[in-house]
């Protein structure tokens, strides 16, 4: 028998705070920098140079948490049967937490007692474990930290289901999963179906990225003899698998440094990726075709993958990823097709192979598991499903956003053609105070006063709001919207207007700040920034942008004093890091090593980023003497996040 149940865990979490109300107008980076793409074929070339994006707009982003954990209560929806129990997210972005193996007594994928959030997100706030549905563009998905709508499924045999099903706001798709357990199944199966509604042509991107622990002889198994290698030298180089030269990068634990692996998948078979530890024993993956790239992720042996490690799981655990994707790599987007919907079937489960078999000779390991596969039949199991629109939706489970239902409301209003996926998913119960404003537009042609609670960009919404009344809050969003599409100029003159329109409009004054220093000028920069400050000195990202703007400024004196007098807020470490930096910049190298000395820790530190060892080797530059430069030559454990070395 097959049950379905809603109920709260209780986890280790961070206390979150609201939004972060600026708009991010900073390039993304990381992943989306130019990748170099010299000797790589035509079709990957242009897959990823298609469909990159400048920031993560409309999204705000969410770096409003701390490093303090506190026990907290969250909804997630259990499907189990006799063999297997799977527990969604439902708070969190729908993310299969855990995947249980009731006949084996084991745990198939990386989960912890605590969700310790880090900025490896696109939206800043992410964090490690279980089976997390990355769409929209490179990177760990803009909805990895937001509720998802949840539903129960009556299958075509009877047995309860579960959907989830959101908006995805950056490239206007619907997307669906659905979760089934028939009562005598092993093996959890997931039907994900992507739409698009729009009459264009839109970039997809789909990973789905799984979180394995990691253990001594663990060996990642999948039908390839070649893989894309990708490191922090951004260029992808061939690499034979294997291995060569004694490495053996199939055994996750030995890997020497933080790297991904995309394989090249055998052709005419089904792709497949396995994890199991050295016993033979661990956890399978299968999709059908459509989901043709696999990959894994290594933190790596170095200090800095260790200390990142340490950072996300709270311990020495260690973890690693495989993932399954649209593409060969996640560096690539392709087009979805007007009115086009892609659907894949993906199969979750317990595998267990002979040790000597899979941990031998590589092509013994391909054919031992790929028998495992067939003797589970899983090969028939994705040849039945009949396809979602065969699965009865039935009762509301958990409310995800508004913003699908905001959309389906704004083409009733514009006199479009309503879209059939949208309007059964979106109840318009759903709209919340995010989407009001753009409700009131759609009403009355206005965009409410005050300071904004969200933004939009898609064309129709910028479309309305150029023909919106000239007023401070239409003007402030109508920069927006300009500056995403790439009219800087244009959307300087938006954000002047509602200045002048209205002189306390801290947020205007915020964005052409930003405006200037990204367009080249660090002293108007940190002057507007200032001037957005006294106007909203509350906001402690406006002040974290102010003290960086001084500091690229080279106004040292004053980032340090703007850092030093910042309210008690999550941002406290940050703040402390720019004192730090600004004062070792300005030679007060004693007030830098006094507060290394008494411990830092940056909450949000991004993946990939060193400031916290490029400050302490700043002030080992300024030691009096070589002899005390030198009597510190490593960077400490707790500061070394390099994963460049």
Same mark, same amino acid.
């Given at each position: 028998m097959t049950v379905l149940e809603i109920r709260s865990i209780v986890v280790s979490m961070p206390r979150q705070g609201p939004l972060n109300p600026l708009p991010p107008m900073r390039p993304l980076g990381d992943l989306h920098d130019e990748i170099d793409c010299a000797g790589l074929d035509e079709e990957m070339t242009r897959n990823i140079r298609y469909g990159n994006v400048s920031s993560v707009l409309p999204y705000l982003l969410q770096d409003d948490y701390s490093r303090e954990l506190v026990p907290r209560e969250t909804s997630v929806a259990v499907l189990e049967n006799s063999y297997l129990r799977a527990v969604v997210l439902l708070e969190l972005g729908g993310r299969l937490w855990s995947l249980e193996d009731k006949a084996g007594g084991r745990e198939l994928l990386y989960n912890n007692d605590r969700i310790q959030l880090a900025n490896l997100g696109l939206r800043n706030a992410w964090f490690p474990g279980g089976v997390e549905w990355n769409l929209g563009t490179t990177g760990h998905t803009a909805l990895t930290c937001s509720p998802v709508h949840a539903v129960s499924l009556e299958l075509p045999d009877g047995a309860p289901g579960l959907r989830i099903y959101e908006w995805e706001r950056m490239r206007d798709l619907v997307y669906q999963v659905d979760f089934m357990l028939g009562p005598r199944s092993r093996h959890l199966g997931v039907d994900v179906t992507v739409t698009n509604p729009n009459a264009h042509p839109v970039p997809a991107y789909w990973w789905s990225n799984i979180a394995v622990a990691s253990s001594a002889g663990a060996r990642v198994v999948t039908p390839s003899r070649s893989a894309f290698e990708f490191t922090y030298t951004r260029r992808l180089q061939r690499v034979p698998v294997p291995g060569s030269g004694g490495l053996d990068l199939s055994y996750p634990d030995a890997a020497p440094r933080t790297a991904d692996h995309f394989f090249e998948l055998d052709p005419g078979k089904l792709p497949w990726i396995a994890?199991?530890?050295?016993?033979?024993?661990?956890?399978?993956?299968?999709?059908?075709?459509?989901?043709?790239?696999?990959?894994?992720?290594?933190?790596?042996?170095?200090?800095?993958?260790?200390?990142?490690?340490?950072?996300?799981?709270?311990?020495?655990?260690?973890?690693?990823?495989?993932?399954?994707?649209?593409?060969?790599?996640?560096?690539?987007?392709?087009?979805?097709?007007?009115?086009?919907?892609?659907?894949?079937?993906?199969?979750?489960?317990?595998?267990?192979?002979?040790?000597?078999?899979?941990?031998?000779?590589?092509?013994?390991?391909?054919e031992c598991m790929?028998?495992?596969?067939?003797?589970?039949?899983?090969?028939?199991? =994705?040849?039945? !499903?009949?396809?979602?629109?065969? @699965? #009865? *939706?039935?009762?509301?489970?958990?409310?995800? +956003? /508004?913003?699908?239902?905001?959309?389906?409301?704004?083409?009733?209003?514009?006199?479009?053609?309503?879209?059939?996926?949208?309007?059964? =998913?979106?109840? !318009?119960?759903?709209?919340?105070? @995010? #989407? *009001?404003?753009?409700?009131?537009?759609?009403? +009355? /042609?206005?965009?409410?006063?005050?300071?904004?609670?969200?933004?939009?960009?898609?064309?129709?919404w910028s479309d309305l709001l150029e023909g919106a009344a000239e007023e401070a809050a239409a003007m402030l969003q109508r920069g927006v919207v300009r500056w995403h599409a790439g009219h800087r100029e244009a959307a300087l003159e938006a954000w002047e207007a509602a200045y002048a329109l209205q002189p306390d409009s801290w947020l205007a004054v915020r964005n052409l700040a930003a405006a200037s220093g990204l367009m080249g000028e660090p002293q108007r920069s940190a002057e507007q920034y200032l001037n957005a400050l006294e106007l909203m000195p509350d906001v402690a990202q406006l002040r974290l942008e102010a003290v960086e703007a001084l500091i690229a400024a080279d106004r040292f004196p004053e980032a340090v004093a703007l850092a030093q007098a910042a309210p008690a807020s999550s941002f406290a470490g940050r703040f402390r890091f720019l004192q730090a930096w600004a004062a070792a910049l300005h030679g007060e190298v004693r007030l830098a090593e006094s507060i290394l000395e008494r411990g830092l820790e940056v909450a949000d530190l991004r993946e990939g980023e060193d400031s916290l060892s490029d400050l302490w080797l700043l002030c080992q530059l300024h030691q009096p003497s070589p002899e005390a430069a030198s009597a510190h030559p490593d960077v400490p454990f707790i500061y070394d996040f390099r994963l460049h070395s």
């Open positions: 994890a199991v530890d050295a016993a033979g024993a661990g956890l399978l993956q299968v999709s059908s075709g459509r989901l043709r790239g696999r990959k894994l992720f290594t933190w790596g042996t170095t200090p800095g993958g260790r200390r990142w490690q340490e950072f996300l799981t709270g311990s020495t655990a260690s973890y690693f990823e495989i993932q399954a994707g649209l593409t060969r790599t996640q560096l690539e987007h392709v087009p979805l097709g007007p009115g086009e919907s892609w659907s894949w079937s993906e199969v979750y489960g317990p595998v267990s192979v002979p040790a000597e078999a899979v941990h031998g000779d590589w092509l013994d390991a391909i790929e028998s495992a596969i067939a003797e589970a039949g899983i090969h028939a199991v =994705l040849d039945e !499903r009949p396809g979602a629109e065969h @699965d #009865q *939706q039935g009762a509301p489970l958990h409310t995800g +956003t /508004g913003w699908g239902a905001l959309e389906s409301l704004r083409r009733e209003v514009m006199g479009e053609e309503p879209s059939p996926v949208i309007d059964r =998913l979106f109840p !318009r119960s759903s709209l919340g105070e @995010d #989407q *009001q404003p753009w409700v009131a537009l759609l009403e +009355t /042609g206005a965009v409410p006063a005050g300071t904004p609670r969200s933004f939009v960009v898609a064309k129709p």
